[in-house]
Structure formats: structure tokens, C-alpha cells
């Protein structure tokens, strides 16, 4: 049986702004962002060669298709989703209930520890460019809830090729001014990272892979 956990999550700035913009997006997301949300297959993929985790959480797991990708990649694992649009989480609902209770989705406003210690990896996929302010806090908890040797897998924008295309990105909820790599680098031992450019350099976007420092 498929098992869903609502936790209350207190109405935040940040929760009122997301489920504003993706009362509607939800319904059109999965037909629009494969046109832009590059890598997201990619970095799980590029994971596995780093890991083989027993339990997964995915923060801003959005409409459930990259919860999909890690459930049949990682066939053994138990995986947590946590996202703070109910609209999105709706979604993922109704894609994830073939895989019954190894997926568990929560209400969650990530911005402390989850369960500390406990994931072997942990995946941020165009996530964190959308929590501003707030991002800082939220790879503080992600450091917190990884396992002693887990996996942190991030795809996400990396910076606009023109002020206009960032700007438009910011209608958008999404900061994209390339402040994300150097700090993972400076918190996580890095294992993998690139930065690919998006249509001949409109904008970049970036893999990192790294794991949780000892003694962090
Ligand atoms: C661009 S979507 C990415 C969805 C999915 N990870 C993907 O790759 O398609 C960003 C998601 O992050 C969620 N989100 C934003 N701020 C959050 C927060 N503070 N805590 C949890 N989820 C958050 C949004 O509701 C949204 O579903």
C-alpha cells in the first residue's frame, strides 16, 4: 500500500509563493521542462556510480519523476520525497502509487534536518535555485540528514547567459547567479562536477556530486 505522510508544515512565505505559482504549473510541468530542466536522468545515473544507498530522499521532488528514475534505479532502496506544494506532491501522488509503500511523500518545508544521519544519498534537482532565501539552510540540513559517507547529487541552473534571461528566470522563483557550486565545493568533497552550457550558452547549468565531509 502506498504510504503518504502529511506533515503540517506552518503557511511560510515560501509555501504561500510555491503553491501560488504551481497551482497552475503543476498541470503543465511535465510537458514543458523536458525542454529546459536538462540532466535531470543524468545525475541519478552519474549518482550510482558513487553509491549504492538504502534510503533516498529527494528535496522539491516535484511532480514525482525523478522519485520514479531513482525507484528503478536503486530497486532495494526505500526513498523519502519531500516537496512543499501540495499541488506538486498531488502529482507525484498519482505517478508513484505503482511502487507502493518503498515511496514515502511528506509536506515539508526543508529548511532544517529531516532525519539526521540517515540517507545515503540525497538529490536536489532544480531545487535549490528556487529556495531563496533560504538555500544555505537548506544544504546545512541536507549535510545533517546524509549518512556518514552519503551521497549529495544536485542538478540545477548555474548562471544566465543574459541579465534578460535571468531575469526572466526570476519571474520565475528561480535565482540563477552561480552562487550554488562554490559553496557545495566548499562544503562536500567533490567527486563529480561539470557546467554545461544550454542552448549555445543562453544559460549554464551545473552536475556537482560530492559526499559528506568527515566530521561535518
Ligand atoms: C523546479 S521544481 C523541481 C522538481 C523536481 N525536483 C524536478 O527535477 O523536476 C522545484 C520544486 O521545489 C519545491 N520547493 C521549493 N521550495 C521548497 C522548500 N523550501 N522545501 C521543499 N520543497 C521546495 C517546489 O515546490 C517545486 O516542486
Not at 50 to 56: A, E, L, N, W
Not at 58 to 82: H, M, Q, R, Y
Not at 168 to 188: A, I, T, Y
Request: net charge positive; with cysteine; charged share 20%.
Amino acid at each position: 500500500m502506498f504510504s503518504e505522510t502529511t506533515q503540517n508544515v506552518p503557511t511560510c512565505v515560501q509555501s504561500v509563493k510555491m503553491e501560488r505559482y504551481y497551482r497552475l504549473h503543476s498541470h503543465i510541468y511535465d510537458y514543458t521542462r523536458w525542454s529546459f530542466l536538462f540532466g535531470r536522468k543524468k545525475v541519478i545515473v552519474m549518482a550510482a556510480d558513487f553509491v549504492k544507498p538504502r534510503r533516498i530522499l529527494e528535496i522539491g521532488c516535484g511532480t514525482g519523476a525523478n522519485l520514479d528514475t531513482l525507484a528503478k534505479t536503486f530497486p532495494d532502496a526505500s526513498i523519502t520525497g519531500v516537496d512543499i506544494s501540495d499541488s506538486m506532491l498531488n502529482k507525484s501522488r498519482r505517478l508513484l502509487e505503482k511502487h507502493g509503500s518503498r515511496i514515502e511523500l511528506l509536506n515539508y518545508n526543508y529548511n532544517r534536518p529531516l532525519r539526521r544521519g540517515e540517507y545515503d544519498l540525497v538529490l536536489f534537482s532544480y531545487t535549490l535555485t528556487m529556495i531563496n532565501p533560504g538555500w544555505q539552510e537548506a544544504l546545512n540540513a541536507a549535510n545533517a540528514d546524509l549518512s556518514t559517507g552519503g551521497c549529495l547529487a544536485v542538478v540545477d541552473f548555474h548562471r544566465g547567459g543574459t541579465s534578460w534571461f535571468s531575469g526572466w528566470m526570476g519571474v520565475n522563483h528561480v535565482r540563477m547567479e552561480g552562487e550554488l557550486l562554490p559553496r557545495l565545493k566548499q562544503s562536500f568533497n567533490p567527486l563529480f562536477l561539470s557546467a554545461p552550457k544550454a542552448y549555445g550558452g543562453l544559460w549554464q547549468y551545473f552536475y556537482f556530486i560530492g559526499n559528506k565531509r568527515i566530521g561535518a
